[in-house]
């Protein structure tokens, strides 16, 4: 099989990447390993940057999201038992939308499917050939059996545990990593949300957070320790819990019921520089992850997508490839502010351990002070509300 771009992974990123191509006439298919329907049951991003809304409304994707995504004008930062405002409007004259990755993920599906577009289920990319080359191509495996796709340019949109990453030689590749010494909890439930708005709580019993994908789905966070399991967590003692480390105004407005979804997820900074190879191009968790304390995960890949797309567009349009050339520079230009965002509002808001060299808390004291300066200082209070609606492409 022959294609123009071939896509690794049926995550955002491959199905945003493919939409943006096949609007502009350009070929590609999508290899995912798991089934589509699997891929629907990953729960994750809640929240989107307006750049990324402006990119699914240029990818013609966006009539659900209208509909029934939600915008929201500011957040609270909870700390001392107080809510504390984020009015994202009045201080950057946006706010964010909240839509779930699942739902995008499922409409994108959805238009690629009617489209007639190629996506092929149930198969696990081994290994890419000729990246060097004008001819890549693309091993996987299927029921067993392995076959090949021949294509321009590679699209490695396979996530964190994806293929392509490795096949890029250690001499070239360069990587950055922190790993947190601590996880979220999440669990979904069909209660109405605590508040119209989320609420992320520092309390010294850890970090918490109340988000929702509409006025009837809730999701809510709980840091824990790395060592306990989902089977630990009852709903009723993670009810309890979360209501121990909210304000009392808040804890008492909790409407709690079953949980519908329950996992835990590691937190993680990783970089890897470069994300270009030859012809193979890393997007989203491929290439950066971030821990999901600032909502910056699908919103970079989001990014990389939108610079990777005009990057394709302009060589098929005419023989153009400065943005090819320039893809690595501008997308890690702008993941590296995201990084820092988001380990910065991880590391103001969670339970740490002591450092080495930390006498009585330091760290702690130090959150205290940042965030005793954010909501008494206009100008930290922007910076804070710029970053979380998103840094400009
Ligand atoms: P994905 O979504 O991981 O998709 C990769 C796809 O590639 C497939 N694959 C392969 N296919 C073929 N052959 C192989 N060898 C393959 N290896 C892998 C996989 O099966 C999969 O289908 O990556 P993508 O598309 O780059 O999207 C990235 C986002 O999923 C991720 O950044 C966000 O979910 C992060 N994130 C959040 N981001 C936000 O912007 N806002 C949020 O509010 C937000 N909340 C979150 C989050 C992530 C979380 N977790 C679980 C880490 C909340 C959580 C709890
Ligand atoms: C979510 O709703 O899943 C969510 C929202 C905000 C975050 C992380 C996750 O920072």
New binding site residues.
């Given amino acids: 099989m022959r294609t123009q771009v071939g896509i690794i992974g049926s995550g955002p990123s491959g199905l945003i990447l493919s939409q943006l191509l096949h609007l502009q006439g350009i070929d590609s298919v999508i290899l995912e390993r798991k089934t589509l329907d699997y891929v629907l049951t990953r729960i994750?991003?809640?929240?989107l940057e307006q750049s990324c809304v402006d990119l699914l409304r240029t990818a013609q994707a966006a009539e659900n999201m209208d509909t029934q995504g939600e915008m929201h004008d500011g957040f609270d930062i909870a700390y001392n038992g107080k809510c504390h405002h984020v009015d994202l409007k009045a201080l950057t004259g946006t706010g964010i939308m909240v839509y779930g990755q699942v739902e995008i993920t499922r409409d994108l599906m959805d238009i690629r499917k009617k489209a007639g577009g190629v996506t092929i289920e149930e198969a696990e990319v081994t290994r890419v050939e000729g990246i060097e080359t004008d001819h890549p191509v693309i091993y996987y495996t299927k029921d067993g059996v392995e076959h090949k796709l021949e294509c321009d340019f590679v699209a490695g949109c396979d996530g964190f545990h994806g293929a392509s990453r490795q096949q890029i030689p250690d001499d070239i590749i360069k990587t950055y990593e922190k790993v947190y010494p601590f996880g979220w909890l999440?669990i979904m439930s069909e209660t109405p949300p605590v508040s119209h708005e989320?609420i992320y709580t520092r309390h010294e019993r850890g970090f918490s957070?109340c988000?929702?994908r509409h006025s009837k789905l809730s999701?809510y966070?709980l840091q824990v320790p790395l060592t306990d399991k989902v089977e630990d967590w009852s709903d009723e003692r993670f009810w309890a819990e979360l209501k121990r480390r909210l304000p009392d105004d808040v804890a008492s407005q909790l409407i709690t019921g079953p949980s519908i979804e329950k996992s835990i997820a590691q937190l993680r900074s990783f970089v890897c520089e470069t994300m270009r190879y030859g012809n193979m191009f890393l997007v989203g968790d491929a290439a950066h992850i971030v821990p999901?304390?600032?909502?910056k995960g699908l919103n970079s890949a989001a990014s990389d997508v939108y610079y990777l797309s005009q990057g394709l567009i302009a060589h098929y349009r005419n023989g153009d490839d400065t943005g090819l050339e320039q893809y690595t520079e501008k997308a890690l230009s702008r993941v590296w502010k995201a990084e820092r965002f988001s380990w910065w509002m991880t590391t103001l808001l969670h339970q740490l351990p002591l450092a080495e060299g930390e006498v009585g808390a330091f760290t702690s004291q130090m959150q205290s002070a940042e965030l005793d300066y954010i909501f008494n200082s206009s100008a930290a209070l922007k910076s804070l509300a710029e970053n979380y609606i998103g840094l400009p492409y």
């Avoid at 994750?44 to 929240?47: D, E, L, S, W």
């Fill in positions: 994750r991003a809640g929240v999440g989320l957070l988000s929702m999701r966070y999901p304390t600032g909502a």
